[in-house]
């Protein structure tokens, strides 16, 4: 039998659950390659998702915490839009995806891990991007370090 190593995911599994909200946490502070945010904007900013659903996934969030799309500002709005569509093509030099995923879960019923702090998820996905680890194992493979990836994106989303 095949081992598959992860030993990253041990962090999410047995380490403490954040009572404040995570993006407004990582926003706070001044590390931002560790927090793994790439980009802050006026009003909205791009971050990593530390545990994604595959690699080069990104959530653009607003500044401030609130929870719902009908609190966004005319600016938020237009910001938000700017910074996925820059994700996008960002994602597209960096690791040349087939196409994308790009939504937002409102609410815990629709599948919100934090519902507090509105987020969009851009979601890269490749051609026969689901195969057996997911289907058999309930498992997917992210073939490159988070912050190799930070290092590769974060300039393309500062120029």
Known sequence: MKQLWAPWRLEYIVGPKEGECFLCRMLREDKDRENL???RGATCAIVMNRFPYSNGHLMVCPN????DLTDLTREE???MMDRITQSIEALRKTVHPHGFNVGANLGKVAGA???AHLHMHIVPRWESDTNFMPVLGQTK???QCCYELWDQLQP???D
């Open 113 to 115: 891990g934090l519902e």
């Open 156 to 158: 393309l989303l500062n």
């Open 141 to 143: 493979v992210i073939p």
């Open 37 to 39: 945010v790439l980009r």
């Open 64 to 67: 401030r915490h609130i929870a």
């Open 77 to 79: 709005r237009a910001e």
